[in-house]
């Protein structure tokens, strides 16, 4: 039996909408559940309100820790990658 494809929204503020969706809150929250191989679609916000090393965490980490994660160890990358972010700037970037 297969596993169950999950939805991941991530956004620190705005909760996920109706239909199933997994609410990361972090980064780190987001790569664990993409490290299960099961995550499709994903969702990401820009910026997450968390600051480490004097810098904001944002979506773009876990797009970074996607693409070195599927060249260094092969891993598959959702199909589905969509960006959610409240200011317009940041959805270009």
């Not at 664990?32 to 916000?45: F, I, K, N, Q, T």
């Amino acid at each position: 039996m297969q596993d169950e494809a999950l939805s991941v929204w991530l956004d620190d503020r705005r909760p996920p909408p109706h239909g199933g969706w997994t609410w990361a809150k972090t980064p780190a929250e987001t790569i664990a559940l993409l490290e299960s191989g099961r995550v499709e679609p994903l969702s990401l916000d820009h910026g997450l309100g968390i600051f480490e090393d004097d810098r904001e965490l944002t979506g773009n980490d876990v797009l970074v820790w996607i693409e070195e994660a599927v060249v260094v160890r092969g891993i598959q990358p959702p199909a589905s990658i969509a960006v959610h972010p409240a200011h317009p700037r940041a959805r270009s970037n």
